[in-house]
């Protein structure tokens, strides 16, 4: 921390304010240099050192197995509506599936399998034409002690009780999504017929933690109902799922990749943040039930785990996971795709694993060797180590936007230190 003066100073360069001392120990501490090339050198320092020790890199490839296309609710943000819809009858079968399986152990090895789950996802994986194929899934898992995680809408859980108890609580954990109170949920993700889907879902939850089952449960954000989230942490403290330790909760936007879909309720990070510390001020449970960042926040969750936790995470210039350690995901079509954005868009395919398994290096390699240093007007960004470099997929379709992480900054910030919680502003003063 700098006072003001000190700040003035140095943002307005007039160095001839300041002593020798203050001068020697601003350089000490990498905050002055005597050239741009010197700092040039220092940041490529830290980026080399960075790559070499980061953990994160030596992580497995997260496995996606998309089993259908079809789904039961119609949600009103759904980013896959193109090729994902109630009725869409297609479906990974039991030799698509054994395809899948042994084209993974010609990727990696069954000790980096059991140590990062395989994750079913759809449409929706839980639905009643897909009860053959996951009871199928499941065995081979079984088999082989593997970790799972299941992405559903938690509409259809009790359908598949029996083959769900057919793995231990431990090995199991599920991804569900509910967008606020009853009112706003059952509007934004109703049934293919229209129908709410808060309260069976809701049940469902209620079974899975009552048998030991870890449940994630995410809220997917926009204008429409970021207004309700006060409403909402006071339903998950009357259920009493925030003391259930096999129960959390995440925060996301609503986001498209693309520029093509029109959706009126979109909001930019910048917005999402200031919106976001309004209802944290109308309900202080907010920021300690919801503790992590998802989708659509990524400048955020960096600014929360510096400000709020104490520690900045890992800075990393090799894309998101879908780069390294690297994301593939086989879906019905056959095809392997490098990121969920990206599925049923073939010409970004990097593969196909049935009939038989191959790779098209020219598509995989832009993934595997992506570098955001290789962008000369992102080299030079002092935001580097904060943004870093935005989301590749959009690199790769042809959109590159800036986040406008200076905003971002002044949002998060600004709203920490005047209309923020009193529980991040302790948290802050305390850093």
Known sequence: MID??????????????????????????????????????????????????????????????????????????????????????TYLTAVQIDAVFDALSKLVSIEDLRKRPLILYGGEPLIESTYDVVEYIFKRIRDMQLPLVIVTNGFSVDNFWSIIHSLEPQMLTFIITLDGPKGIHDVRRPQSNGSGSFDKIVKNIDLLLKSNFRVEVQSILDKQNIGYLPEFCDFIIAKGWHTNTNCRFFIGRTMFTGNSVKYDFMLSEEEFVRLLFEQIARNP????????????????????????????????????????????????????????????????????????????????EPWRYYNILNDIKCQKCKYLFICRGGCPAQRMIGINKCPHVPQIIDAFLGQILTAGSNCLKKKWKEI
């Open 285 to 364: 449970h907010i920021d300690k039930i919801f503790k992590k960042f998802t989708s659509g926040l990524q400048i955020a969750a960096f600014l929360n785990s510096l400000f709020v936790y104490g520690y900045p995470p890992i800075p990393k210039f090799t894309g998101c996971r879908a780069c390294t350690p690297g994301l593939y995901a086989f879906c019905p079509d056959n095809y392997i795709y490098p990121c969920l954005e990206l599925i049923n868009l073939k010409e970004f395919a990097i593969g196909k694993f049935y009939p038989k398994l191959v790779w098209d290096r020219k598509k995989l």
């Open 4 to 89: 003001e003066n000190l700040y003035n100073i140095l943002t307005t360069k007039t160095y001839e304010k300041l002593s020798c001392n203050l001068i020697n120990k601003l350089k000490e501490r990498k905050y002055l240099f005597d050239t741009p090339e010197d700092e040039t050198n220092f940041v490529n320092y830290l980026i080399n050192q960075i790559t070499q020790t980061g953990s994160y890199y030596l992580k497995p490839p997260t496995i996606y197995l998309c089993i259908t296309y079809d789904c039961n609710l119609k949600c009103n943000y759904c980013n896959e509506k193109d090729y994902v819809f109630p009725g869409h009858k």
